[in-house]
């Protein structure tokens, strides 16, 4: 068996991703790592080389600035490196989201055990988003609770955004991947950067979903109900940045009224408390 590793990355540094922590996270389970860096105007392809696995495979490309509708260019990156993967599998990671050690051994079991049942398209994880604290959680259906991080490499796929797959059928028409949960969990720090941080990178990635001059005072205005305290343990790899990039100051804006979106995931998680189940959006097929 072969595991393929990948991800895109353009001004990782600049934007204060834990990219760096991202990839070394990986590579413990992951035969290749395929990095596909954009042109970027910061040191992100100096400091991916400078990991110094033999593992890693970079490779550099030009993004379509112009492409502004929904993030399509993300898609294009992400099957830039994922058409260069060559293992079994291929495993999808933003330059956001980590992996916890104590999980690698589960999911390479799990990969192995299931490698010749052609039935499994994918894996799927849980996710633990952070938000506004490396101690808080954002937990309400706006936040995709779970999904697939890991595709079977011998399939026709293809992503129509930078979140999630689409398989093609015989007739060429794209259906969710089915896929079974991994026992793992992905970190995803994104919403934990400081302020300062989070303020440049919603302007500097603004373009790419038609919106422009994006201002974020900080991460207090948001529903209540949404967080919780995170009671475990963080991925080792990522000591240095949470006590360096992580914001450590988080007041709720007291004063926030609830957006008619908030509203309605605040009644889909009181329906979730009666009726035991999960409203958040999934893009796979549980089997």
């Known amino acids: 068996m072969k595991i393929s590793g990948f991800t895109f990355l353009r001004n990782a540094e600049i934007l204060c991703y834990p990219?760096?922590?991202?990839?070394?996270?990986?590579?413990?389970?992951?035969?290749?790592?395929?990095?596909?860096?954009?042109?970027?105007?910061?040191?992100?392809?100096?400091?991916?080389?400078?990991?110094?696995?033999?593992?890693?495979r970079?490779?550099?490309?030009?993004?379509?600035?112009?492409?502004?509708?929904?993030?399509?260019?993300?898609?294009?990156?992400?099957?830039?490196?994922?058409y260069n993967c060559t293992g079994d599998w291929a495993f999808y990671l933003e330059g956001d989201?980590?992996?916890?050690?104590?999980?690698i051994p589960r999911i390479k079991k799990i990969m192995t055990d299931r490698l010749d049942d052609r039935r499994v398209e994918a894996l799927a994880f849980n996710y633990k988003h952070f938000y506004g604290l490396p101690s808080q959680l954002a937990?309400?259906?706006?936040?995709?609770?779970?999904?697939?991080?890991?595709?079977?490499?011998?399939?026709?796929?293809?992503?129509?955004?930078g979140l999630y797959w689409l398989v093609m059928n015989k007739h060429r028409k794209g259906r969710y991947p089915t896929a079974i949960m991994a026992d793992a969990s992905i970190y995803h720090y994104g919403h934990v950067r400081n302020i300062e941080s989070m303020s440049k990178k919603l302007e500097m990635v603004s373009q790419f979903w038609g919106k422009k001059g994006i201002s974020f005072s900080g991460y207090g205005d948001i529903d209540p109900q949404a967080l919780a305290p995170f009671k475990g343990t963080h991925?080792?790899?990522?000591?240095?940045?949470?006590?360096?990039?992580?914001?450590?100051?988080?007041?709720?804006?007291?004063?926030?009224?609830?957006?008619?979106?908030e509203r309605k995931h605040r009644l889909a998680m009181r329906a979730e408390r009666l009726l035991g189940i999960d409203l958040s959006k999934k893009h796979f097929k549980l089997i």
Do not use: C
């Open 235 to 261: 991925p080792q790899v990522m000591e240095s940045w949470l006590r360096t990039s992580a914001e450590s100051n988080f007041t709720l804006n007291t004063q926030h009224l609830l957006t008619p979106r």
């Open 19 to 56: 990219y760096l922590e991202s990839i070394k996270s990986i590579l413990p389970l992951v035969d290749e790592m395929v990095v596909n860096i954009g042109d970027s105007i910061d040191n992100t392809l100096q400091q991916v080389e400078s990991i110094g696995s033999d593992k890693i």
């Open 139 to 161: 937990v309400s259906p706006a936040w995709y609770r779970r999904e697939v991080r890991v595709i079977r490499n011998t399939i026709r796929s293809y992503a129509p955004d």
């Open 58 to 82: 970079i490779i550099q490309s030009r993004w379509n600035t112009e492409m502004a509708q929904n993030g399509f260019v993300y898609a294009q990156q992400k099957m830039i490196a994922q």
């Open 97 to 103: 989201e980590v992996l916890h050690e104590e999980d």
